[in-house]
């Protein structure tokens, strides 16, 4: 049997949002990534987001993106 530590286990947070992205959901959305928030050996969290393109901010996309989350495009019917 292999005894690891907690510190030497690779463990990652994966989130994953689906809707528009504009300035009524950036705030709550960028205090769960918060840098404050991390796992035990310090890995960020991460995400990815399926977005809406009606009312969606694209400069709130790109700053997601730049932030190192996954972008990707749906429908409003998720189809």
């Known amino acids: 049997m292999i005894h690891l530590c907690v510190i030497e286990i690779i463990l990652k947070v994966l989130l994953t949002f689906v809707g528009n992205l504009n300035k009524n959901v950036i705030d709550p ?13 310090k890995c960020p969290i ?17 700053r997601l ?12 019917s998720n189809k």
């Open 46 to 62: 991460s995400s990815t987001f399926f977005v809406h393109d009606i009312h969606t901010e694209y400069c709130l996309v790109q």
């Open 65 to 76: 993106f730049d932030n190192q989350n996954e972008i990707a495009m749906t429908t409003s």
């Open 29 to 41: 959305i960028q205090s769960i990534l918060d840098s404050f928030h991390r796992n035990p050996n």
